[in-house]
């Protein structure tokens, strides 16, 4: 392409039907061909009008040339890139705005700024605003503290008082002290006059199967117990029950199963009092420990009831030692631990149980305020596909009802319904009371707090608030996690670099350059969703999870977990990521919608990881388990002559087993292996045979005729066989 320039544009000027004020900014011309130009009209305003292939004449050439294009753009004017500045990556850069020198004349104004305010930006006194705002429409209250939500009012204000205006954002210390007052949290304790008794709450606690949901069958008359999947309880029920004295007690039950360790601390934090269950036949087991820890932990007191008397194996003495033992001040012993037992299963001493209860009760004085904002705490909450979500709450003050707007960490409900644990409505719930709240917008978390607000409004900010300090916190907490990251980067980089410079400066050339390795490709990988009834048990699945520690032979991915049926978007995440979804007592979807997705239902929290166990263990490749068939003791060595060459043959008695010829052989000097291969030839007596038995003699041959077998050494025949691998993972049930 020829650059013809500045030089045919001053030519072109002079074509006859091209006007010459048009042309005159043209800058370059670009010829392809003399009779044909391709032009690039740069900066011609004017010349936009020109059509392509519009003629012009120029002189130079005396013939008619093709204008192609007329190309006005100002991108033509700019200069041109140097070479450099090609290679370097495109960075668009923006002119930064003028810099103001000092304050401008303009006053800044924001939108709710108040009076005092407003007079304190325009400069002028506060009477002088005040009278301006006389003048203005809308403007009415004049008041110094009043707000002006209305930017227009505040910018006819300043006109009134010849003010320019700019608006800004408002100062940040304003909505600082207003974040201050957004959140929301307990009010101070009541003062003594407004204190009523309640119920108290008693939170039944235990090992496994020691009897805990039987007992609070027979205090209420109800069979639960029975109907339990696996016959273990897998949920946090509560439930008020009438003692035959009339008095109300509020009952937590939990489970015993190691698993639900989350759901047990949650109890213990609940709760006034903590009735220990332990089966007088198994005495104090490894939750006992585990609930006594809990209770000593929130300082709350214990009533233990031994159970299971009527069994034969019963030992009431025995188990009261090992409660001794663990650090329980027993009544008898001087203490204040009450022990009673009973039978859960007979009703025996039931009575005294109760009694046990409600004296304790009654010395902790126990009283709430039931007027005011309401308190309470989750103990459970789940999604129902009908209602919708819902949590099982105990009111600690205040009386709640429906309507109430509530607050539980980053959720919040406008009551819309309120339930005992029979499901049949109330319509107030007091202090001490356990209730199923309807009308969450969010699951609420179990054990969270939970805090009334005086309207819909002022929840959303404190909601706005929490998550705003949430991610701050996540953020603070991912830096730190990237900082270190860079750090172990850094420090493996300088060892690796290191490492290189040592083994000098060598490069191979011509070959593909090695893809750094992830950590993980080519590592066996299991993706797990797991989808839960209650928040509670997708809790303690992930706690279990959280044990794996097997990643280097087989990693544990969760993808995604939640509480709730398993919906369309888990089977697409589970496409997306060839993931196993784990449905806990919860709904899956028909087969046939459901296609390529490995859904695996449970409703026996020990059943899941026992199928996950075998998933993962399924992954793992299979392992070379060696066999040993049988032992010779080698008694001599002696050469035999074979064609030209003399070979070395052992001549051995077999101790242990048999010997087989096809199999590998190991020969063990002091312990130490000096051959591993297979044999040449087995012979007993003359004959070539291909096994030999217990104490028998043979002459063997090894394959490897430099190995010199001696007398005192162990021959060793041996097979291996693959075994499927099986994860080393213990969950610890
Ligand atoms: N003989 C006898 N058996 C009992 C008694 N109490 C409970 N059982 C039996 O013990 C088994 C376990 O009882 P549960 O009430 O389910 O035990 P649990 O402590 O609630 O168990 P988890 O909730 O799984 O921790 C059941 O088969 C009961 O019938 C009792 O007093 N005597
Ligand atoms: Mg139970």
Redesign the pocket.
């Known amino acids: 392409m020829l650059k013809i320039g500045k030089f045919i544009a001053r030519n072109a000027t002079k074509a006859n039907h091209v006007d010459r004020q048009r042309l005159g900014a043209v800058s370059r011309f670009y010829i392809t061909n003399p009779l044909e130009i391709n032009a690039e009209i740069v900066l011609g305003k004017d010349i936009i009008n020109y059509n392509s292939r519009t003629m012009i004449l120029v002189p130079r050439f005396q013939s008619p040339l093709l204008l192609r294009e007329f190309h006005c753009s100002a991108s033509r004017l700019k200069r041109r890139k140097t070479a450099e500045e090609k290679k370097s990556p495109r960075i668009i850069e923006y002119s930064p705005k003028k810099a103001q020198p000092g304050k401008s004349d303009a006053a800044d104004v924001w939108r709710h700024m108040s009076v005092a305010q407003l007079a304190k930006e325009l400069e002028r006194s506060l009477d002088d605003v005040q009278e301006a705002m006389l003048y203005v429409k809308g403007a009415d209250n004049i008041e110094p503290d009043a707000k002006i939500p209305d930017l227009q009012i505040i910018q006819e204000i300043a006109k009134k008082l010849a003010v320019k205006t700019r608006v800004v954002a408002p100062p940040d210390n304003a909505s600082e002290d207003d974040q201050k007052e957004r959140d929301v949290t307990p009010r101070p304790p009541a003062s003594a006059e407004l204190l009523k008794p309640r119920p108290p709450v008693v939170t039944v606690m235990?090992?496994?199967?020691?009897?805990?949901?039987?007992?609070l069958d027979s205090l209420r008359g109800a069979d639960v117990?029975a109907g339990?999947a696996g016959?273990?309880?897998q949920h946090i029920g509560a439930f008020t029950v009438t003692l035959e004295n009339g008095e109300r007690v509020t009952f937590l039950?939990t489970?015993?199963?190691a698993a639900f360790s989350a759901m047990r601390a949650r109890g213990a934090v609940a709760t006034d009092i903590i009735v220990l269950?332990v089966a007088a036949e198994d005495g104090v087991m490894a939750q006992t420990r585990e609930v006594i820890q809990l209770a000593k932990e929130a300082q709350v007191p214990i009533i233990v009831a031994l159970?299971?008397?009527?069994?034969p194996e019963a030992n009431i003495e025995k188990s009261k030692q090992e409660l001794t033992q663990m650090g329980l001040a027993l009544e008898e012993h001087g203490g204040d631990v009450q022990v009673i037992p009973?039978?859960?299963?007979?009703g025996t001493n039931l009575q005294l149980l109760a009694e046990a209860v409600s004296t304790q009760a009654t010395l902790m004085g126990l009283k709430a305020d039931p007027t005011g904002f309401v308190e309470g705490i989750v103990v459970e909450s789940k999604t129902d596909p009908r209602r919708g979500k819902l949590s099982t709450a105990i009111v600690s003050r205040g009386t709640l009802r429906k309507g109430s707007v509530l607050l539980s960490g980053l959720a919040h409900a406008k009551v819309r319904g309120l339930f005992d644990h029979n499901g049949q409505p109330l319509n107030e719930a007091p202090p001490g009371t356990p209730v199923e709240i309807l009308g969450w917008r969010e699951l609420p978390l179990a054990g969270e707090l939970i805090l009334e607000v005086e309207t819909e409004k002022k929840a959303h900010a404190v909601l706005k608030y929490r998550e705003q300090e949430a991610q701050r916190e996540k953020i603070e907490s991912s830096s730190d996690e990237i900082r270190k990251k860079e750090e172990e980067h850094q420090a493996k980089y300088r060892a690796e670099r290191e490492a290189r410079r040592l083994a000098g400066r060598f490069r191979v050339r011509g070959g593909q350059r090695v893809k750094q390795m992830d950590d993980n490709e080519g590592k066996p990988r299991v993706s797990v969703i797991i989808k839960g009834d209650v928040h509670g048990s997708v809790e303690a699945i992930l706690d279990v999870l959280e044990t794996y520690n097997s990643n280097e032979n087989c990693r544990l991915d969760i993808v995604h977990y939640g509480v709730g049926n398993v919906t369309e978007g888990d089977l697409e995440l589970a496409k997306a990521f060839d993931a196993i979804i784990y449905a806990f007592a919860v709904e899956a979807p028909q087969p046939k919608f459901a296609k390529d997705v490995n859904i695996r239902s449970y409703n026996i929290i020990y059943r899941l990881i026992d199928d996950l166990k075998e998933q993962l263990s399924n992954k793992l490749p299979p392992v070379e388990v060696e066999e040993v068939l049988g032992e010779a003791n080698v008694l001599q060595n002696f050469l035999i002559n074979e064609g030209r060459k003399e070979v070395p043959v052992a001549g051995c008695r077999c101790t242990k087993g048999v010997l087989k010829k096809a199999q590998k052989f190991r020969l063990l000097r002091d312990g130490e292996t000096v051959y591993d291969g297979s044999l040449e030839s087995m012979r007993h007596l003359k004959n070539e045979v291909d096994t030999i038995k217990k104490d028998v003699e043979c002459g063997l041959r090894l394959k490897d005729t430099k190995v010199l077998p001696q007398a005192g050494d162990i021959l060793q025949c041996y097979t291996t066989n693959t075994e499927a691998q099986k994860t080393d993972w213990d969950p610890g049930f």
Do not use: C, F
């Open positions: 235990g090992h496994v199967d020691h009897g805990k949901t039987t007992l117990a339990e016959g273990i309880t039950d489970p015993g199963h269950v159970n299971k008397i009527d069994k009973i039978s859960a299963l007979k």
